[in-house]
């Protein structure tokens, strides 16, 4: 039988106790400030850079490019990258299903023993991975760091988790015989990760695909493929085989060829709505040659709504509001687009709002400013169009316009409308940019019901001291994280599996106990005695 090489230059790793969520970087330590400038200058002298598909570990290239920007300063070139078409996916695809029958049999604790070298190098580079996040999609100090301490949870959890899979057992062992069960890998997936958290939500799906022994063809966004192909030669140096990752930056026609595909066995997939049930769809069609249905593993949109009651600590409750609202310019599937209050401190809630958003300050994450560009000029361009909608639907109390800089980045004011209904459109469609929507309730009864009332279950929170009312709402709330008396973003692997319900998506939990399942099958195996 034939063997994948790894690398000898590497050393086998196992997990060191208990999984613990790596710390955030404290940027307040003078010490800390001047190694991140250090490393944002680094890498700007590496602007412009060429990167290659890698497919079967060779490196090629498309006659057809994508280019790479800098959202706060459009006219500098982050990365020039390949497109890949259909002829790719089919290459892509012949290199996944021949190291797939090898890979699969790769012992579990050599797969988590490079999910742990990878972890250990992306921790030694933190302050390089989070300046190229800044300059690609746009995020401050803290967004950046937290989108690489993330990435090494992922990598850290799923790694603990492949090996408590390996060892799992039937319930009972009957009588007479000898029972085993065993969760096998499903074969070649898609992994199609989303820009607003380039590095964590790509690295982690592609993790939580290899780590159970499949392999994968990955086809980072358009607009943030620079950090999966930094990701990729992680990978690499701690000796990932060839074949096993197969990067391919490309756009709509690579990806529906790679979903359509008849060996392709699931679709691990992180974006809006429309493109997770185009992917469903067509994922659902048998094509001539398929001997499964496939597996879609789909994270979508989210419409999220914060409730806050009268018996709330009020300063608390505006504080996380605008956090969960403007935190990385509200790009978050988690943010929170719709605060939900009862009408008895309706206005001092709004007013002490008003004052606090009025204080975010807007200007260059590379100088760590609060509230920097939204990613893209498409994201822009849709989030302004909703400003202007938000102007016929609500009142308007903070922004509500584009912020200009020399460098003519896609900067927008934090915006804030009240008097919203709880039908409009800026409170029922995801706008995905620095648009909050205030919602008057005369109820908690009432609250429920508007909280509920869009097609999404991602997030939500509740603000109140009544326990009766969080008992009630951690019933009658449908999302798939729910959070009390905190923001509604900022998920932690291992402590909020985060998925969400409806058409937020399959639910899928990740950084959750059950997400490897969905990248395995389980066989039964009985023999008598």
Not at 437 to 451: G, P
Request: net charge negative.
């Amino acid at each position: 039988m034939a063997t994948l090489e790894i690398s000898t230059d590497v050393s086998p790793l196992a997990p060191q106790g208990v999984f613990c969520n790596e710390p955030f970087t404290d940027f307040s330590r003078s010490d800390v400030a001047r190694s991140m400038r250090a490393a944002l200058d680094a890498v700007s002298d590496q602007f412009g850079g060429e990167y290659d598909l890698i497919i079967n570990g060779k490196r090629s290239r498309t006659e057809e490019k994508t280019i790479s920007v800098n959202p706060a300063n459009p006219s500098q070139v982050i990365g020039i990258h390949q497109s890949a078409g259909p002829q790719q996916a089919e290459e892509a695809m012949q290199a996944a299903l021949a190291a797939f029958e090898i890979w699969k049999r790769v012992p579990v604790e050599e797969r988590v023993s490079l999910l742990l070298r990878a972890s250990d190098a992306i921790r030694k580079r933190k302050f390089e991975f989070c300046a190229w996040l800044t300059y690609e999609v746009g995020k401050n100090w803290a967004e950046a760091d937290a989108d690489v301490a993330e990435t090494i949870d992922f990598l850290e959890f799923y790694a603990r988790e492949a090996l408590r899979l390996a060892s799992a057992t039937t319930p009972i062992q009957y009588p007479g015989e000898r029972n085993q069960l065993f969760y096998i890998p499903l074969g070649v997936g898609a992994v199609i990760p989303p820009w607003n958290f380039p590095f964590a939500i790509m690295a982690g799906m592609t993790a939580a695909a290899i780590v159970t022994g499949n392999t994968v063809v990955l086809k980072p966004s358009t607009f943030a493929p620079t950090i999966a192909a930094r990701f990729l030669d992680v990978l690499e140096s701690v000796g990932l085989p060839p074949g096993v990752v197969n990067l391919c930056q490309g756009g709509p026609e690579f990806g529906r060829a790679l979903t359509e595909h008849p060996k392709t066995r699931f679709i691990a997939f992180t974006g809006s709505k429309a493109v997770g049930l185009e992917i469903h769809e067509r994922a659902a069609r048998t094509q001539p040659g398929q001997i499964w249905i496939k597996r879609t593993i789909l994270e979508m949109g989210g419409k999220d709504s914060i409730l806050v009651e009268s018996d709330c600590d009020i300063d608390r409750a505006v504080a996380d509001v605008a956090s969960s609202a403007f935190g990385f310019n509200g790009q978050k599937c988690s943010a929170c687009s719709r605060v939900i209050v009862d009408e008895s401190i309706y206005d001092i809630f709004l007013e002490r709002l008003q004052e606090r958003v009025s204080r975010i300050a807007v200007g260059n994450p590379v100088e760590n400013f609060a509230a920097g560009p939204v990613a893209s000029e498409p994201a822009f361009a849709k989030a302004m169009q909703y400003i202007e909608i938000g102007k016929t639907e609500g009142r308007l109390v903070n922004g509500g316009h584009a912020v200009e800089t020399p460098e003519g980045g896609y900067y927008i004011a934090p915006t804030v409308f009240a008097d919203v209904a709880p039908t409009a459109r800026i409170a029922q469609e995801e706008i995905f940019g620095p648009v909050l929507a205030v919602i008057k309730s005369r109820s908690f009864d009432e609250s429920l019901a508007i909280a509920n009332n869009t097609e999404y279950g991602l997030t939500g929170s509740v603000f109140t001291a009544s326990r009766e009312k969080l008992e009630r709402a951690s019933h009658d709330f449908h999302v798939g994280n729910l959070y009390f008396n905190r923001k509604c973003t900022g998920a932690m692997v291992g402590a909020h599996p985060f998925g969400g319900f409806n058409m937020s998506g399959t639910d899928s939990k990740a950084g959750g106990p059950d997400y490897l399942l969905l990248f395995t099958q389980a066989k039964s195996v009985a023999e008598k005695l």
